[in-house]
């Protein structure tokens, strides 16, 4: 069994919640409880011109929407960013310049689209 320590270099692969909603990875369950944020996230993407517009449109959703929708930004475009840094608005432009020049956060809608489909499609 791997040591705890041992984890430290891939922490960001893993989702840690206390008696929280969350984005679950891998609940075949996920397309019936979450469907509504992901068919709301895909309306976003689809009118969304960058990764940082859609997440500037994401920051204009009142909660509990926003939360799930940053919660499924993060899982898809930019996962170097955890859910509580992206939900202080104020430091949104500061985000978008720390990691979306040419970080993560730059992708194409097409790539995007490509694991939405992946994902959530062809399950």
Same mark, same amino acid.
């Given at each position: 069994?791997?040591?705890?320590?041992?984890?430290k270099?891939r922490?960001?692969?893993?989702? !840690?919640?206390?008696?929280?909603?969350?984005?679950?990875d891998?609940? %075949?369950?996920?397309k019936?409880?979450?469907g509504?944020v992901?068919e709301?996230?895909a309306?976003?993407?689809?009118i969304?011109? !960058?990764?940082? %517009?859609?997440?500037?449109r994401i920051t204009?959703?009142p909660n509990?929407?926003?939360?799930?929708?940053?919660?499924?930004?993060?899982?898809y475009?930019s996962?170097d960013?955890?859910?509580?840094?992206?939900?202080?608005?104020?430091r949104?432009?500061?985000?978008?310049?720390d990691?979306?020049?040419?970080r993560?956060m730059?992708c194409?809608?097409?790539?995007l %689209?490509?694991?939405?489909?992946?994902d959530?499609l062809e399950n």
């Amino acid at each position: 069994m791997a040591s705890f320590a041992e984890y430290k270099t891939r922490n960001s692969q893993y989702i !840690t919640f206390i008696d929280s909603e969350f984005y679950p990875d891998y609940l %075949d369950e996920a397309k019936m409880i979450y469907g509504s944020v992901i068919e709301q996230f895909a309306n976003l993407v689809n009118i969304a011109n !960058t990764s940082a %517009d859609l997440l500037l449109r994401i920051t204009e959703i009142p909660n509990p929407s926003r939360t799930q929708l940053l919660r499924v930004f993060r899982k898809y475009v930019s996962p170097d960013t955890s859910v509580e840094m992206l939900k202080v608005k104020k430091r949104i432009p500061n985000i978008i310049e720390d990691y979306g020049k040419g970080r993560v956060m730059v992708c194409t809608l097409k790539m995007l %689209d490509e694991r939405f489909t992946k994902d959530w499609l062809e399950n």
